[in-house]
């Protein structure tokens, strides 16, 4: 077979890339390789200098070149020394693919979607693990569902069927998706009799409302008649019901995780975001506990993905002095925590967001503030005095012109770019306040599937006026001062797929394809381009988390992260976006997950 033939060289890429390139010699004695398409400009940079190129070059960590094969090997002469004296080039075979959902034989291209591929803007890592290894609740369609999951676990597990002490955690219940849209009862668990008596906690599927069995009621003794920033649901007759919303939830004795539990947490959400092609992710509210967690696992190994933390603590009082600043911190420089997450309201789907008005199918109620201004005013003032880049959960339009007022306060005359303050989810939002967070420079950090999760309830809470300002990514992206629109999933309130966000910020569709509006979408003058989809989870996330010299584009000089996708995202029919498998995770130049 001659040595030039398109077998020896697809036999050489898997080889080298597989076996010498990644699990083969130290980091140190690793060669340079190039990655390249074999369809021309495949590769999807997310760097306006060069948008999509045929190869790229990898010296060890970092992206050494970018551009067509002829270039990047003429110009690698350059870079070689005598430790390295060749230049490995892989490719991909153009006729080993079949492409699913397409008829015959496709080449396949490949796409590299930045080196933050993808970065995850906004989720909660050790809830998702625990939820995926507790009791997963999403996709009950009613509350006899969520008892029969409940029953399943049980049974499933020796240790909680034989020990009724025992807690038993779960996440993902809706009523808003319920024959009966009404919230559930302590009692409900009691018609279960394998059940009966046991303690357990149920956190809704946005986090903000648990709901607790009898035995958990009995634990917790005489409840308080009021909580600020929190609501305890009580019956006709002013007994509590065994839901907990916001800030009342802290009054429920359930005990953290144990070091163990975070590992096996952790373990599992690494997993999972491997698969997906997540390389970083943005941690919204990681407590004193679990940074320290991530502080020790960093210091003895390496994180096997990239950790952007918010420091967070359930607190009026000023708490930055509590928390370590880590910047790079740890073996290979994956873990960083200089910013804070603060809390203003609750969320739609329980009715807490925090609303000018109230609301249309409950007049009764205008949602909830969980802070009093002044003190988060004060809190945000501080943490800005002491260097921390503040990002503030905002879901109401009254919680987001609360904050808008205090960082135009505060924030005058300060340098935007170096601080970079952020509203988390900017979900409900007056036309007037759309147009001042983006003359502000504040970044909207949105996720694109909370809004084809809410568009079938949202606007019956909201009304056709208010609606016109939620969820609104286009018009987020056009009056930003620099186009930055952070996505992210809030997983595991949502899936923890990226492409699950791409595909609801440009369709505004269900993963069916459904929406009230139909095929077109929900309110599709908000739709995103594919572009400004895939930008929103590389570089405009990293971005915000100060990461854009280092990771979210594929440019010279930057981190070799990216993800190879078994079809083009950018081209492909948008009915065929979720049936694209990642083919391989590569962090620092390595292949963290799949092969190519």
Not at 146 to 158: N, Q, T, W, Y
Not at 220 to 232: A, K, W
Not at 254 to 274: E, G, H, I
Not at 351 to 374: C, K, V
Request: glycine share 8%.
């Amino acid at each position: 077979m001659s040595a030039d033939s398109p077998k020896t060289w697809m036999a050489l890429a898997v080889a080298l890339v597989l076996g010498a390139v990644f699990h083969g010699p130290p980091r140190s004695s690793i060669p340079d390789y190039a990655v390249c398409s074999p369809t021309g400009e495949a590769i999807h940079t997310v760097d306006p200098a060069h948008p999509t190129v045929q190869c790229i070059l990898v010296r060890d960590t970092h992206i050494a070149d970018v551009g067509s094969l002829v270039d990047i090997t003429t110009r690698s002469r350059r870079l070689l020394d005598v430790w390295r004296p060749s230049l490995d080039v892989s490719f991909i075979d153009p006729t080993s693919i079949i492409v699913p959902g397409l008829a015959g034989t496709t080449p396949l291209r490949l796409i590299i979607t930045t080196n933050h591929s993808f970065v995850d803007a906004h989720a909660h890592i050790l809830s998702y693990g625990s939820v995926k290894l507790n009791v997963d609740l999403s996709g009950c369609a009613s509350k006899q569902e969520v008892l029969e999951r409940l029953v399943d676990f049980v049974k499933a597990r020796p240790d909680i069927l034989n020990d009724p002490s025992k807690w038993i955690q779960g996440m993902g219940w809706d009523h808003n998706v319920w024959a009966v849209r009404e919230y559930p009862h302590a009692d409900d668990f009691d018609a279960e009799s394998l059940l009966r008596g046991r303690r357990i906690y149920l956190d809704r599927i946005d986090g903000h409302a648990a709901w607790v069995s009898r035995r958990v009621l009995q634990l917790m003794g005489e409840l308080p008649d009021t909580v600020d920033g929190g609501e305890i649901i009580r019956d006709s007759s002013a007994n509590p019901t065994g839901i907990f919303v916001d800030n009342a939830m802290s009054l429920i004795p359930l005990p953290p995780p144990s070091k163990a539990d975070m590992l096996r947490y952790f373990d599992r959400t690494v997993k999972d975001a491997l698969a997906v092609g997540l390389t970083s992710i943005h941690d919204a509210a990681t407590e004193p506990a679990a940074v320290e967690f991530y502080r020790q696992y960093a210091e003895s190994k390496k994180l096997p993905l990239r950790l952007y933390l918010m420091g967070h603590l359930d607190s009026v009082e000023y708490w930055g002095d509590k928390l370590p600043r880590l910047v790079g911190y740890g073996v290979e420089e994956r873990l960083s925590l200089r910013s804070v997450k603060l809390f203003t309201d609750g969320a739609l789907g329980s009715s807490g967001a925090a609303l000018l008005e109230p609301y249309s199918d409950n007049p009764s109620t205008s949602g909830i503030m969980r802070i009093q201004e002044g003190i988060l005013s004060d809190l945000i003032r501080r943490f800005h005095a002491d260097g921390w880049q503040v990002n503030v959960h905002c879901i109401g339009d009254r919680a987001n012109r609360v904050v808008l007022d205090i960082f135009e306060d505060v924030f005058t005359g300060a340098n935007m770019s170096e601080t970079r303050p952020r509203i988390e989810h900017a979900q409900i939002m007056t036309p007037e306040d759309l147009e001042r967070m983006g003359r502000l420079g504040v970044i909207p950090s949105v996720q694109p599937t909370h809004a084809t999760s809410d568009m079938w309830y949202a606007e019956q809470r909201l009304g056709p006026e208010r609606i016109l300002g939620a969820y609104a990514y286009r018009t987020m992206i056009q009056m930003s001062r620099n186009q930055v629109l952070p996505l992210g999933s809030d997983f595991p309130v949502e899936g923890i797929n990226p492409l699950l966000g791409f595909y609801a910020a440009i369709t505004r569709l269900s993963a069916s394809g459904q929406s009230p509006h139909g095929p077109q979408g929900w309110y599709p003058e908000q739709r995103l381009t594919r572009v400004q989809a895939l930008k929103g989870m590389t570089l405009d996330a990293a971005y915000a988390s100060f990461s854009e010299s280092v990771t979210g584009s594929l440019t010279v000089g930057k981190k070799a992260d990216f993800v190879v996708l078994n079809r083009d995202i950018m081209t492909v029919p948008e009915s065929e976006i979720l049936g694209t498998k990642v083919l391989a995770t590569v962090i620092d130049g390595e292949v963290v997950y799949g092969t190519l």
